[in-house]
DNA sequence: GTCAATGATACTAAATTTATATCATTTGTC
DNA sequence: GACAAATGATATAAATTTAGTATCATTGAC
């Protein structure tokens, strides 16, 4: 019952710290060293970010990655989608199979209605809010 | 980011065919018929709720489970905290260190939000919604 | 006493999450 | 051009959580 894992919050961390650092570029190195997160995790994290274009990586002696979009233009469901897969609370779907129940179920709608309200407070997040 | 894991999935699935059902008791056995559930597995969950207290067990021949309360009585947050946990969106906790932002977050109080009101929701469904 | 039911408990398997490790490629500096 | 410092690509491993199984003990109606 967790809303975003620990690749979406390194994320959000890394970005929050690249969107307010002085320099145009931030080495994982630097990142390491300020956010704690273990290194081969972080690059791994940082590398898909690069690959979805949230930021743009520079190789080399001095590279590093920065960011591609203005602060409040990245939205915390990116990430989410990102790193999580499709924004749902609940997946009706067992061993492959949808559940049979599905379209009476009185708890999948239940559900469905919280999600429609959670969707639609996460999609008005942006890393602007998160700094 | 499932709301309801399956064991809780299960457990209401059978707590509603018991509620529904015109006997007093319903044997593991007919429950398997009819949800398609492994055996194993319910019966396990069947005797946690019978620990709980949701349910009450009969053994012997003829035994099988039956309501304590009534319909109406039985939240759905008790199966989430009993099968799931604490009732929470974001732990906040890595590796048994509770994270240092956590005082000035704001991700994390955008959760706490999110979180309050799907708690809220939650809060407000039994078992005779689902019926 | 037998048999059909649950109780208790230990174990296993599968899936997901959280990492780690290694080698290749690029690029700035000397 | 050699070198070093950075990321790219990719494979693997460890840890945790979720899901499911197996076994034997106990109870109770008949
Ligand atoms: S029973 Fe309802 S909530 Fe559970 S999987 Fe089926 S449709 Fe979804
Ligand atoms: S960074 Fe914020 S959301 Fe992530 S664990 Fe720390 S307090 Fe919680």
């Known amino acids: 019952m967790k809303l975003i894992t620990r690749d979406t919050d390194y994320a959000v961390r890394a970005l929050c710290f690249i969107s307010g650092s002085k320099k145009n570029r931030v080495s994982v190195g630097e990142l390491v060293g300020v956010l704690k997160i273990p290194r081969p995790f972080l690059r791994k994290i940082l590398q898909i970010l690069n690959k979805k274009k949230l930021l743009k990586s520079y190789k080399?002696?001095?590279?590093?990655?920065?960011?591609?979009?203005?602060?409040?233009?990245?939205?915390?469901?990116?990430?989410?989608?990102?790193?999580?897969?499709?924004?749902?609370?609940?997946?009706?779907?067992?061993?492959?199979?949808?559940?049979?129940?599905?379209?009476?179920?009185?708890?999948?709608?239940?559900?469905?209605?919280?999600?429609?309200?959670?969707i639609s407070e996460l999609k008005g997040i942006t890393l602007a809010h998160l700094l």
């Open 60 to 118: 080399g002696q001095g590279g590093g990655f920065a960011l591609v979009k203005s602060h409040d233009k990245i939205l915390l469901t990116d990430l989410m989608k990102i790193f999580q897969g499709p924004l749902k609370l609940n997946e009706c779907v067992f061993k492959k199979q949808v559940c049979p129940n599905i379209k009476t179920c009185k708890l999948k709608k239940k559900i469905d209605k919280i999600e429609k309200y959670v």
